[in-house]
């Protein structure tokens, strides 16, 4: 989830070989006084593309001639502070005789006297001088984030040097500071334009450019908001400075991303066009309120919160007139089910979309972003995405639209991604932010500024929250399984390890005690070892599970034994030196567990044809724990059971995450999903295994579950299911009702349990407890199948 109003300090460099989504040399200019420059000294300056801030205690910036001798060394610029997320941080360095123009206050000063035309400029982990004169001895050199050739210089990244830097001109990236690590694609020369970590340029006391304006500072220029934002998802102004920009402050945000948002209330006839901005301050907390009308200077600036998502249309290194305060404010665009779009957003071929028109008559994200800066107003919208940690919650403008049974919308193909979902936080850091389940209400009218993150996409800045109606969503309880039916669930229970607070072991507890009500068989996913994050080598899960099964007896429910595989340490990803792993718990006084000698980490269960039907090699075992589809992935865990006199095989499944794919809402459509890849590979492995059963005894009673991370409607469970050897038991619920997980607003399936054919009844039911709930113990609901195994279709 996203954080709203507070950023995180991140400060682990990679080699610089490696492209940065987070601290970058954003410009280096090297011509300061010298003959014909305008600016007196020269700079460095540094970005951060990332969500975070940047640390930058104990860093330096350094130089290197751009063709150095045996002689030359390192000049080293220490460093302190940080980079704000979207910021900059401005470096100055040696001062010539010639220019007119200082720099903005630097954040941090050196005494290098830079080349206009040639040289290195490295950022550096250490504040200890490097010593690699050559490209590749500074690529092996972990300490180097990033850096940049320019000129002719030999040590740079890629094909080859920035070119074009002189007494004039800087060398810079783009607005959205990308980095593929070749100086010569990633920067381009430019009028040199250093910004400070407050957001200020050298000048901009005036403004910078007046837009077209003329010198008066209470009269407007010429430039308006609509005409930043254009007709397209970037500005047509982008990377000009603008200046008396008027606009109406319409909300005001003094925490994380600081800065305010003005709108122009003399709005123009196209429908494409925004009339509100957001005005970017840095780390400066905003001097301005709503309702003052003002005039804005500053530089038109595409802020990427991701590498992927949509950019937001900024002004940064603002200048600001108020002229008057108390105004009315604009007019809020109504958002509901009649002015919001059926269709999600327009397509590209998976590449970007940013440089279409805008069609906001037909794509809801469209709509969006013709309004993105600008007031907004819903009112009493059901939440469809509980409150969260960081002050966020969803709901649904369409109460229509792919309505679950307790209040959600359901996510039930890629082409459905529910366009009426909205998220909201607020900009009130006085109030506490409400604490929802979904099928909540936010009643009365909510208003603010719309704006856009990474998580989540386009959101509501509230600056008038509706009111909170609780609807009393109830978590669910499970019938109790008859004597002659086995029940088999699964849970992941989130990271859980032995130094978790008891109050999380209890609530957990009780969910399988109480909820699931004492299944026979428990397949947990995201069990952590007995001491969860430490990195030392520890793989056994012994007082992890001591303590969960005991806290399960003390809620009512049975004394349970488990089994487990041990895993490699750190090669099952998950949380670094936790080694999640799966487990079977299971109720000795109602279903044995057939124990075979032989697995381990490393060594594959096979099926081999008995007396009676089928056995496994190894139980519990793993499935081929060497195939590259389990690489940095939990690996099966098949365990044989035998309830009133029949085996029963259950493989618990965890697989790879969706870590890496594209977002819905993102500028790149349709989204890619990489990591599907290895999904499928996963689940091929397992349709393999679960065949090779099946084939050695046509009637074996088979229970494939856990958390798959894909949709009943994926490849991946299609995958899983060839040869119709596996059905999924989400698809026998109706279809309101098929969800296991809820994100970003949208209600979704997760979480499976799939039976073999012989499996002919069986009453199955996802038991929702966590995942619509503000207040939750994992973030994934569990769910049973319950079997009557005397039933079944025997062979």
């Known amino acids: 989830m996203g954080v709203a109003s507070a950023f995180a300090i991140t400060s682990l460099p990679a080699a610089y ?12 200019y090297g011509g300061g006084g010298n003959s014909g420059a305008t600016l007196t000294r020269d700079f460095v300056e540094l970005g951060n593309a990332g969500s975070a801030a940047y640390d930058l205690a104990g860093y330096s910036v350094q130089y290197l001639p751009g063709t150095p001798s045996t002689s030359s060394l390192w000049q080293v610029t ?18 010539g005789t010639g220019g007119s123009t200082a720099l903005p206050t630097a954040d941090a000063t050196g005494s290098v006297a830079m080349s206009a035309t040639s040289g290195t400029i490295a950022l550096v982990s250490g504040t200890t001088a490097l010593t690699c004169k050559t490209a590749a001895d500074c690529a092996a050199d972990g300490r180097i984030v990033d850096l940049v050739g320019y000129g002719s210089a030999l040590v740079r990244e890629g094909s080859g040097p920035a070119g074009g830097a002189s007494n004039t001109a800087a060398v810079a990236r783009g607005a959205a500071l990308g980095d593929t690590d070749d100086n010569a694609v990633d920067l381009s020369a430019g009028t040199p334009s250093p910004v400070n970590s ?14 077209g304006g003329g010198g008066d500072p209470t009269t407007p220029g010429t430039v308006r908001v609509h005409d930043i934002q254009g007709t397209t998802r970037l500005s047509p102004l982008a990377g000009q400075t603008v200046s008396r920009v008027p606009g109406i402050v319409t909300g005001v945000r003094t925490s994380g991303s600081k800065g305010y948002w003005i709108q122009d209330p003399a709005a123009d006839t196209d429908s494409r066009t925004s009339e ?31 590498s992927t998502s949509q950019s937001v249309t900024e002004l940064t290194a603002p200048t600001v007139t108020v002229l008057s305060g108390g105004n009315a404010l604009p007019a809020a665009v109504t958002v509901d089910a009649a002015g919001v779009p059926g269709a999600y957003i327009p397509t590209a071929g998976g590449g970007s979309i940013e440089s279409l028109a805008l069609e906001p008559g037909v794509y809801a994200q469209d709509f969006y972003e013709s309004t993105e800066g600008m007031r907004v107003a819903f009112s009493d919208a059901r939440v ?44 009130d850091t006085t109030a506490s932010f409400p604490s929802a389940d979904v099928g909540d209400e936010l009643s009365g009218t909510t208003t603010g500024p719309l704006d856009y993150s990474t998580y989540g996409g386009y959101n509501v800045q509230a600056t008038q929250l509706g009111t909170l109606v609780d609807n009393g969503l109830k978590q669910e309880v499970t019938r109790r399984q008859k004597s002659d039916e086995l029940a088999v669930a699964t849970y992941n229970v989130e990271n859980l390890d032995a130094l978790d607070a008891q109050e999380k072991i209890d609530r957990l507890a009780h969910g399988v005690a109480v909820n699931l009500n004492s299944p026979d068989v428990v397949a947990l996913e995201e069990i952590q070892d007995d001491n969860g994050a ?12 001591k303590r969960f099964t005991d806290a399960i007896r003390a809620a009512g429910g049975p004394r349970y034994q488990w089994r487990y595989i041990a895993p490699t340490d750190n090669q099952d990803g998950g949380e670094p030196g936790g080694n999640i792993r799966q487990v079977f718990l299971f109720n000795p006084k109602r279903v044995s567990f057939t124990d075979r000698a032989g697995g381990d980490a490393v060594t594959a269960t096979s099926v ?61 459509q349709p989204p890619s999903r990489s990591s599907e890849t290895q999904r499928q590979a996963q689940a091929a492995e397992v349709n393999s295994f679960v065949k090779s059963l099946l084939a050695a005894d046509k009637d074996a009673k088979t229970v494939v579950l856990g958390d798959l991370n894909d949709y009943e409607f994926s490849q991946t469970v299609t995958t899983l299911t060839a040869g119709k050897v596996l059905k999924p038991l989400i698809t026998t619920l109706p279809a309101a009702e098929r969800y296991t997980y809820v994100y970003d607003g949208n209600s979704q399936t997760l979480d499976h349990i799939l039976t073999s054919p012989a499996v002919t009844h069986y009453d199955y039911d996802v038991v929702h407890i966590n995942a619509e709930f503000a207040d939750q113990a994992s973030d994934h609901d569990p769910q049973v199948v319950r079997i009557d195994v005397s039933r079944c279709r025997q062979g």
């Open 384 to 427: 469809v995405g509980a409150s969260d940690a960081y002050g966020e919650l969803w709901v649904t403008v369409k109460p229509d639209e792919n309505a679950t049974t307790r209040g959600g919308t359901l996510y039930s193909s890629y082409d459905q991604p529910n366009t009426g979902r909205l998220e909201v936080m607020s900009l």
């Open 534 to 545: 430490t990195n030392d080598g520890t793989v056994t899960s012994e007082a992890t599970l």
């Open 78 to 95: 220490a460093l302190s502070g940080a980079v704000a997320p979207g910021g900059r941080f401005l470096v100055a360095e040696a001062a």
């Open 198 to 211: 407050a957001g200020q340029t050298s000048g901009s006391g005036d403004g910078g450019g007046d837009g």
């Open 608 to 668: 081999v044809k008995a007396r009676k039907g089928v056995r496994l090699t190894a139980s519990p075992g793993r499935i081929d724990p060497a195939s590259d589809a389990w690489d940095n992935s939990r690996k099966p865990l098949v365990g044989e059971f035998v309830f009133h006199g029949e085996t029963v095989f259950v493989i618990a499944n965890h697989f790879t995450s969706k870590g890496g794919d594209q977002p819905l809402h993102g500028r790149y």
């Open 17 to 28: 070989a490696t492209p940065s989504a987070t601290a970058v040399i954003s410009e280096v």
């Open 276 to 306: 509100g901005v957001f005005v970017y301050t840095g780390s400066a907390t905003p001097t301005v309120a709503v309702g003052d009308s003002v005039l804005v200077g500053g530089k038109v600036s595409e802020y990427y919160p991701s």
